[in-house]
């Protein structure tokens, strides 16, 4: 990212554009031009999108992309998204050319490869998880959330009842709510314990005969593992519910826990957090679904399974299926990603990945515990979440740390969730950081503590040196100005 | 492991920081003894990097349709795609972010993001766009859930001729809402038809869902639709499986779409076996504005008034307003529209025009001659990139075909049973006259 703000302000494209120009090239037309549509069938006017030469978009995005802070340029500690180094060979063996011009309705004999892959993929996911089947077509977390709902209700339905209410604790991720909701249930949210994890006597109180599930992030958003879930998932399987794992921050138990011991029914992991797949600005993500065998029936289609003579095939035709939760395969090339990610580490690697980042997120709790407070002490794993308390007196705000340290050339945490910490500050450093790199965040925000003593408007003001200064987000909202429009 | 950039001495520092003796005790004293699993995990050893790159070479090499010619679509396209995507989207800084939850060190993907919305709303005419979502199927099921926001009615009806996907993802999303989804019988034409319309049309129902080109390939004319709707609270929302057609068809607010959603896989994104492609979602009116599902850029300044963006109507959202958000929509596809805006920046509104008018052209010249060897078409309406013929057994012509490396189409009864004759056949720019000739002989050949 460039430093000189007063370089780095860079127009919308339409203002480069100039009539004739253009930046594609495509072969002539080799058969006659069609003119058989009437005027009334065509497109009433041009669209707006500039006219411009190779050369000024390449400028243009080149430029666009020195605006962003980038994974690849740094440390990007954001709590519960796992932004680990994301290898470069994954991107590599994701375009090669015979995956990605392959068609999703081409004949099965004719992407075996393509199929071979996902099983394998979902294989490896079954070895890590314990849960004998997956499915990788969700395309995102969120959307794993609603496949797992769905998945739940289809089973419940199947029982006679698909009840009406899904339990959720305030330490879950912020999806999980919304999710349940587009299944068609009832939230009902359940405080986690003063020490930080929800006990079984919580979930207990809250049981009845309309309790669908429980849907639990574990370790939850505090770093905490639930060290009752096994109880609870006993209490869950007593009273005919089920226990749904949000589990996003898998990172912090590879070889460690697997989610069937302990009772999980059904669980999603993010291929683009702890399988290193990239997040592009926000996406494409794969929210693999995995499962106990009563939930294999009900899988979305297509499900892909043995055909015999070492050949895989497609499966739509199944009755009981939930249906289908988006088209074709899901995000097929995120899907190559992290498959080439788990066969670089190996059951081995993978284990090690995950003391990595425990590691890492233990030295960084030890480093700033003296100077940010700590509101919760239990053990944690993959991520640590500090609070507002040690700042708050000096007239400083959680987002006036995070602009602060924009300034240090570190992303930041992040920021005011958990909801249950006051001002949170949620570190999730991943196994991809040095130590040095440990240190000298560390570092950086025991000095932005003193500012916030010594010279809070320093804070206010941040940042001083991004691109861009603080925004005006009530604006933002207010005139709604989603579009360019020409004068 | 060259992923891991600590060594044994900077382990031992940490652990002796943090005050315990290994790596172990920090799982020991975090999970309980009975949550544990002590067996190693059963998965293949770690390959290196050359050993990786031959794993999936091999498995590239079991794709065999590298050696054939596809004439397959169905909302899934192969076009043309400049050079200038490849390089400028495959940068670290538009593949390595996160959502951009800090717009200060985040314009670049901000304003990406907010380039597209003008331009793929400016392709469907409508006034704003969202940010994505997953694809068409589930941009399409989003828009139903929409309109059920804003009509409070449970009926919707959809053209039979809509995506089967598409179809099939709506019926999961809206299920569970006891929301009843009508289909409208296709015509002899292959376009929606009136009598089913009339039929199934009346007070009750919250949204006419109607897909142009359609899985059929035909174009729609849906203004009648417009109109039989008039000024009551029932939406239009309007379907494209096929972004290019925007580029010459006549646009869905045209028509009187209230809500344009579709798939923009064709903006600059590979066919990759159906995945990721582009949910794009657009709407004409204010009052849709703050029911939209998914993420949103919006303008604004900064504290010196310099011009920027950020992500914004957030309320909306599923961290703020929980169960009752809009969507559960957290991350989308923001990689995938940054190689639609960078697509769309190079084609221009010509170069737009002139792949979509190749590809009708083409398509149009692969249907007539199919016809001049008496392989007719099954509908009457006019087309833009694919169009379905009938054959005495489409499923065993196409099967015919493979024997001459031709994937020639989609056997339509792997959707709707009964069209055991019908084969969907797609022609892009990037099939030649070559390779259209061969078909048509061998199609004529294998039917015979």
Known sequence: ?487 | MRYFPQNSEDIRQMLETIGVSSVEELFHRAIPDSNRCCEPLKLAPALSEPEIARYFQERERENLCSGYTLFLGGGCYNHYVPEAVNALSSKAEFVTPYTPYQPEISQGTLQAIFEYQTMVSSLTGMEYSNASLYDGATAAAEGILMAWRMTKKTRFLVARSVHPEYLATIRTYVRNFGLVVELIDTDEFGMVCPLSFEKLYDESVGAVMVQSPNFFGVIEEYGWIKEKIGESKCLLISVTAEALSLGYLKSPAAWGADIAVGEAQSFGLYPSFGGPGLGFFTTSNKKFLWEMPGRVVGETVDTEGKTGYVLTLSTREQHIRRERATSNICSNQAWCLTRASIFLSLMGPEGLREAALQNHSKAVYAQKEMEKRGIPSRYKGPIFNEFVVLLKDARKVQERLLEKKIVAGIPLCWFFPEETQSLLITVTETNTKEEIDRLVKELEAANG
């Open chain 1, 1 to 487: 990212m460039a430093e000189n703000r007063d370089k780095i302000v860079e127009p919308l494209i339409f203002s480069r554009s100039g009539s004739g120009k253009v930046g594609y090239s495509l072969p002539p037309l080799d058969v006659p031009e069609a003119a058989n549509l009437s005027p009334e069938q065509l497109r009433e006017k041009a669209p707006l999108l500039p006219e411009v030469s190779e050369v000024e978009v390449v400028r243009h995005y080149t430029k666009l992309s020195h605006l962003n802070y980038s994974l690849d340029e740094g440390f990007y500690p954001l709590g519960s998204c796992t932004m680990k180094y994301n290898p470069k060979i994954n991107e590599k063996v994701a375009s090669l050319s015979g995956m990605l011009l392959s068609h999703p309705y081409a004949p099965y004999g004719l992407v075996q490869g393509n199929l071979k892959i996902i099983k394998a993929l979902e294989e490896a996911l079954s070895v890590l998880t314990g849960l004998p089947y997956f499915t990788l077509i969700p395309s995102a977390g969120a959307h794993g959330e609603l496949t797992g709902m769905l998945l739940i209700r289809k089973r419940l339905e199947k029982n006679g009842n698909p009840r009406k209410i899904v339990l959720i604790p305030d330490s879950a991720h912020g999806t999980n709510p919304a999710s349940s909701h587009f299944a068609g249930y009832d939230v009902k949210q359940i405080p986690s314990g003063p020490e930080g994890y929800l006990s079984a006597a919580t979930v207990k109180e809250n049981l009845d005969g309309d309790v669908a599930a429980l849907m639990m992030t574990n370790p939850n958003t505090l770093g905490i593992y639930e060290k009752e879930i096994k109880e609870i998932a006993e209490l869950l399987h007593k009273n005919g519910s089920y226990l749904y794992m949000d589990g996003a921050n898998f990172n912090a138990l590879m070889g460690y826990v697997q989610p069937e011991s302990i009772g999980v029914d059904v669980l999603h992991l993010n291929l683009h957090k702890t399988f290193s797949t990239p997040h592009g600005g926000g996406g494409p993500g794969c929210g693999a679904v995995g499962v106990r065998k009563e939930f294999e029936p009900f899988l979305p289609i297509p499900v892909i399974r043995e055909g015999g003579e070492g050949t895989l095939r497609v499966l739509f035709d199944r009755q009981d299926s939930i249906g289908k939760v988006r088209s074709f395969f899901g995000n097929f090339s995120v899907i190559v990603k992290g498959l080439a990610y788990v066969l670089s580490l190996g059951g081995e690697g993978l284990k090690t990945a995950t003391e990595r980042a425990v590691l890492n997120a233990n030295y960084l709790r030890s480093l700033l515990q003296e100077t940010y407070h700590l509101p919760y002490k239990l053990p944690t794993l993959h991520e640590v979440v500090f609070s507002e308390e040690s700042f708050k007196d000096f007239g400083i705000k959680t987002s006036d740390v995070a602009k602060r340290l924009l300034d240090y050339g570190f992303h930041p945490p992040t920021v005011y969730f958990p909801l249950i910490v006051h001002g949170a500050l949620m570190m999730e450093p991943t196994e991809s950081e040095s130590k040095e790199t440990l240190d000298e965040f560390a570092q950086t925000m025991k000095i932005i503590h003193k500012e916030a003593e010594t010279e809070p408007e320093l804070l206010k003001t941040a940042p001083h040196i991004a691109p861009i200064r603080r925004l005006d987000e009530a604006l933002a909202a207010k005139q709604a100005r989603l579009v360019y429009k020409p004068e």
